[in-house]
C-alpha cells in the first residue's frame, strides 16, 4: 500500500445481509471509504452477498454452518496472500474443540498479508451466559490466537481487529461492578486480552482517548444504547512498532445496523 495514509475500519455486522437489506451498508462504506474493511458476524457466504462494492476485492471465511459467525475483509489492494482459520499444528496443540463444536470450523480468523503488515480480522467465541465455554476461551482459543499473532509477526507486523467478546478494564463498559465476573467480563477473559497487550500489541483506541464511556456494543434492552449502557468489546490492536504510525482511532457509535458499532484507525 503506497499512499501515505491508510484508513481501516473494523465492524461486527451481525449479519451482513441484515446490514444491506435495511440500506445501511453501502451507504457507510461510500461516507466513510475505508481502504480496508474487517468485517465479524457476517452469517452469510460470499455469494449470498448481492452488494456491488466495484472498488473492492472481498475476502470471505465463512461458517460451515448457514447464517452464524463469519468474517470477511474487503480491501481495495489485492493483497499477496489469504489465510483463513488457525494453522493445523496450533490448532492440534490446543486441542481446539469443545461440546459446542469446532470454532475452527466457524469461519472466525482471516488473515491478509500485505506488502509491510498483516492484517486480522477476528471474531473470538462467546463465553455464553452460563460461562460454559470459559474453559475453551481461556486454555484453548485465547493462547491459540495469541501464538498465531506472534507466528504472524516473526514474519512482519500485525494490525488485528475484530469482535473479542470481552470488556478488558473497568472503563470498557459502563457498569463494572454490576457486570463482575459476568460473560465479557470474567477475570479468565480479561486475561486473555491482557496477553495480548502483554505480548507488545497495542490497544489503537486508548492511545488518543482514556477513561469510560466509550463503547461498541448496547444490548437491545432497555433503551441501552440511547443511554449509553454499552461495552468496549471490538478493537483494533497493532504490533508495538506500528504504534507510532497510527494517526487517528476512534469509535463510531452513530453509525446504526447492527448491535455493534464501526471502530477505526487511519496509520
Given at each position: 500500500m503506497a499512499k501515505n495514509?491508510?484508513?481501516?475500519?473494523?465492524?461486527?455486522?451481525?449479519g451482513l445481509r441484515a446490514v444491506h437489506k435495511k440500506g445501511m451498508f453501502l451507504p457507510f462504506v461510500e461516507k466513510y471509504r475505508p481502504d480496508i474493511i474487517c468485517l465479524q458476524e457476517t452469517k452469510a457466504k460470499q455469494n449470498q452477498s448481492k452488494m456491488d462494492l466495484p472498488e473492492y476485492e472481498e475476502y470471505w471465511n465463512s461458517a460451515e454452518r448457514p447464517g452464524y459467525s463469519g468474517t470477511a475483509i474487503f480491501t481495495k489492494e489485492k493483497p499477496l496472500f489469504v489465510t483463513l482459520?488457525?494453522?493445523?499444528d496450533i490448532v492440534e496443540k490446543y486441542n481446539l474443540k469443545d461440546g459446542y463444536g469446532d470454532p475452527n470450523a466457524e469461519g472466525r480468523i482471516i488473515a491478509l498479508e500485505y506488502k509491510d503488515f498483516y492484517v486480522v480480522s477476528v471474531y473470538t467465541p462467546n463465553a455464553k451466559d452460563d460461562l460454559s465455554r470459559i474453559p475453551l476461551r481461556h486454555q484453548q482459543w485465547d493462547p491459540a490466537f495469541l501464538e498465531y499473532m506472534r507466528k504472524l509477526e516473526k514474519k512482519k507486523s500485525v494490525i488485528l481487529c475484530g469482535d473479542l467478546?470481552?470488556?478488558?478494564?473497568?472503563?470498557?463498559?459502563?457498569?463494572?461492578?454490576e457486570n463482575e465476573g459476568m460473560k465479557g467480563f470474567t477475570k479468565e477473559e480479561r486475561e486473555g486480552i491482557?496477553?495480548?497487550v502483554d505480548a507488545g500489541f497495542v490497544d489503537t483506541f486508548r492511545i488518543f482517548t482514556k477513561g469510560p464511556g466509550h463503547y461498541t456494543w448496547w444490548t437491545h434492552f432497555a433503551n441501552a444504547r440511547a443511554r449509553n449502557v454499552g461495552w468496549r468489546i471490538d478493537y483494533i490492536f497493532v504490533s508495538g512498532k506500528l504504534a507510532e504510525k497510527v494517526k487517528s482511532a476512534g469509535?463510531?457509535?452513530k453509525v446504526m445496523g447492527s448491535d455493534h458499532c464501526p471502530i477505526w484507525i487511519e496509520i
Open positions: 495514509k491508510i484508513k481501516i475500519i473494523s465492524w461486527n455486522v451481525n482459520n488457525l494453522p493445523e467478546n470481552v470488556a478488558h478494564t473497568p472503563d470498557d463498559l459502563a457498569r463494572p461492578k491482557q496477553k495480548i469509535i463510531l457509535p
